[in-house]
């Protein structure tokens, strides 16, 4: 092998070399609810049933129990920053303000059309990549329809 094929192999080993948990959780939000075996949820209403598909895929995935909080939005919201609780699963509208401060999974439920549709969709916190990752794959998951645990 040439001197330059052995750098460059020397080169990525070392990249992948710092890559064993990505992508990262600086608050090990996922790694915190591994350890308590549950995943705090906050909710503001009764929830549809994909969004119980959604908390099944969620719980299957992360090997841990929901639990379920009650409360309006915006508290749930500012537990969800202070690391209070994990996810809100809630109804939102397409301009909601909410995308620029929170992680938002993609819908995986819509009611109504156009401009004022609601989309169901799990609220993590930002940068909590390993969770949000999680999250927004058993989303998609419920969204295609494969959400029955």
């Known amino acids: 092998m040439s001197h330059r094929k ?9 990249l992948f070399a710092g890559c064993d948990s990505f992508p990262r959780d600086p608050a090990h939000s996922l790694d915190d ?3 308590r075996g549950t995943i705090r949820v ?12 959604l908390l099944q895929q969620v719980e299957k995935a992360a090997g841990a ?7 309006a939005l915006e508290p749930l ?13 809630a109804p939102f509208t397409k301009k909601t303000p909410w995308t620029t401060m929170r992680a938002l999974s993609p819908p995986f439920r819509t009611e109504g059309q156009g401009e004022r549709a609601i989309e169901w969709r799990a609220a993590m916190r930002s940068g909590e990549n390993r ?3 999680l999250v927004e794959t058993s989303a998609r998951k419920v969204a295609r329809g ?3 645990a």
């Open 65 to 71: 129990k929901a639990e379920l909080q009650r409360g």
């Open 6 to 14: 052995t750098a460059l192999a020397l080169t990525i080993a070392l």
């Open 77 to 89: 919201l500012d537990k969800l920053e202070a690391g209070e609780i994990d996810l809100v699963i």
């Open 33 to 35: 609810i591994h350890a």
């Open 146 to 148: 494969g959400g029955a």
């Open 131 to 133: 969770w949000i990752f």
């Open 42 to 53: 906050g909710a503001g209403q009764v929830l549809p049933p994909e969004a119980m598909q």
